[in-house]
């Protein structure tokens, strides 16, 4: 009898699993394995609403499993430990799991890797498994890693991708390997009030009804800040109760400008793991530094507390900032905004803001949150590193008729149409109705500083 164990990390599914796949191939029994990581917890990474996601998706994972005669095992510790504890209980001879991208990621594939050869065993890793592309597959000459977007994606459309794999219809697991309670998302405080359902089968429902209704407009609606017209897959994405090469194959095949759009968007995950996986220091130090000499948390501690609580007074930017507080979720362009808000308007170090996403986003993921900050901040592969978004303009452009910033700001609902964009242009005896700070900063001054620094650098 063979065994393997498969250590699930960030592909939290049945479809679409090259490692659940190939364990199943080759060996008599698995033991599908999740290990509640406390290093990832002690970091601080852990946060409520990706902590009550990720209960969604093993809660999910094991009921799935259960369909097809297994069952989910769960362990709490160092995930090392852990995978070669369960390993010698089950006689397995390998561990098989998903290829990584975060510093973290790689230093624990290769303690893993070290530790189980000790242990006479063996650690296979599936790369094909967290992006569409493998990191790597594709690069440029003299580089082990494409730095502009472009190019990378027009070589990496030319790739085919791998075969789309079906779930399984049964899952042998040894009985006598023991297992922790699967966590539940009640068991996690501090949850955004309109967080999104975890899981596989939540994940596959969302994108089926998507593709019907949203694919064929994502090109022209994408931007639109109150139409809401993005898939919200990237909590699935992240947690890999989707595959993005499912996703990929799946999109092309509906085909049209709305899915090759979409397609473009998960080109860009890609992209920003490929550079991850090259440069995992770029989760906390510049890609490409401009020697800034940021603001800090000691030298502009109220303005940032009036970011993250929606209270600029620049009402784009407090209606996306309260959207990501109730639902552990932005909408694209909020997120445009308000990084160049807090990195350009403000000039405060990008990593006070990627900090802060990290703390709410259901999505939050080290490759894309860190790699967009920085593309916001100009220190990552923008080509046009010091440009600023100015808030009224995108509020009047992607916003037109201010229903978004009404939806998210109710002390200005009273405000008709693109007016509540700039409520600092009414009358005197208007505005004092109106309980919403005075700008924080005027634009140009921000700018200006901004600018002046980026000369001196
Ligand atoms: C400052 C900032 C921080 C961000 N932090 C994160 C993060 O922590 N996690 C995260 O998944 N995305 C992040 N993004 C990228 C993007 O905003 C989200 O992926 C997107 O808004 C998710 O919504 P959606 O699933 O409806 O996207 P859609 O528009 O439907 O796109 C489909 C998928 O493509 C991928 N995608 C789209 N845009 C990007 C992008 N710019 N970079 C990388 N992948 C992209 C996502 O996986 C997304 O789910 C960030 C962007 C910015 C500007």
Redesign the pocket.
């Known amino acids: 009898m063979t065994v393997s164990v498969v250590l699930f990390t960030s592909d939290l599914r049945l479809h679409d699993n090259p490692t659940l796949h190939a364990a199943l191939s080759g060996a008599d029994e698995v033991v599908p394995l999740f290990v509640l990581d406390e290093a990832i917890a002690s970091a601080g990474f852990a946060a409520p609403n990706r902590r009550a996601f990720l209960a969604d998706c093993l809660t999910d994972l094991d009921a799935g499993l259960r369909e097809r005669g297994g069952r989910l095992v769960v362990r709490t510790g160092d995930v090392v430990a852990r995978a070669r504890e369960v390993a010698a209980e089950a006689g397995a001879d390998e561990v098989r799991t998903a290829g990584g991208v975060s510093r973290y990621a790689q230093r624990r594939e290769e303690r893993l890797r070290r530790g189980l050869e000790s242990d006479g065993r063996r650690l296979r890793v599936h790369d094909a498994t967290l992006t569409a592309l493998p990191p790597g597959a594709v690069t440029p000459n003299g580089s082990d890693h494409f730095a502009v977007f472009t190019p990378y994606f027009r070589r990496w459309s030319r790739e085919r991708p791998r075969d789309v794999l079906a779930a399984p219809r049964t899952v042998p697991v040894p009985a006598t390997i023991g297992s922790d309670r699967v966590p539940a998302r009640a068991d996690t405080a501090g949850v955004s009030e309109g967080l999104a359902e975890g899981g596989e089968k939540a994940g596959r429902k969302r994108f089926a009804a998507w593709k019907r209704s949203g694919l064929a407009a994502?090109e022209d609606g994408?931007d639109d800040l109150a139409g809401d017209m993005?898939?919200?897959?990237?909590?699935?994405?992240?947690f890999g109760t989707l595959s993005?090469t499912e996703l990929v194959v799946r999109a092309r095949r509906a085909g049209g400008a709305g899915a090759e759009a979409?397609v473009r968007?998960?080109c860009?995950?890609d992209?920003?793991h490929q550079v991850l996986a090259a440069r995992p220091d770029a989760s906390a130090a510049d890609y490409r530094t401009k020697h800034d000499s940021w603001r800090s948390e000691e030298s502009a501690g109220a303005e940032i507390e009036a970011w993250k609580a929606g209270r600029t007074g620049y009402p784009v930017v407090d209606a996306a900032m309260r959207q990501l507080r109730h639902e552990g979720?932005?909408?694209?362009r909020g997120?445009?905004l308000?990084?160049s808000f807090l990195t350009k308007t403000l000039y405060v170090d990008w990593r006070v803001?990627?900090r802060h996403?990290?703390e709410l986003?259901v999505?939050?993921?080290i490759?894309?949150?860190q790699?967009?900050?920085q593309?916001?901040a100009g220190t990552g592969t923008d080509s046009r590193p010091n440009r600023v978004l100015n808030p009224v303009v995108q509020g009047r452009r992607f916003d037109p008729e201010g229903r978004y910033v009404r939806r998210w700001v109710p002390e200005l609902s009273g405000l008709a149409g693109s007016a509540v964009h700039e409520p600092w242009r009414l009358p005197e005896a208007e505005r004092a109705e109106y309980d919403y700070p005075d700008p924080l900063v005027e634009l140009a001054e921000g700018r200006d500083r901004f600018l002046r620094a980026r000369e001196k650098g």
């Open positions: 994502y994408h993005t898939s919200r897959l990237s909590p699935h994405l992240h993005p979409f968007q998960l860009w995950r992209f920003h979720w932005m909408h694209n997120r445009l308000t990084a803001g990627a996403f990290l986003l999505d939050g993921d490759a894309n949150n790699l967009n900050w593309w916001m």
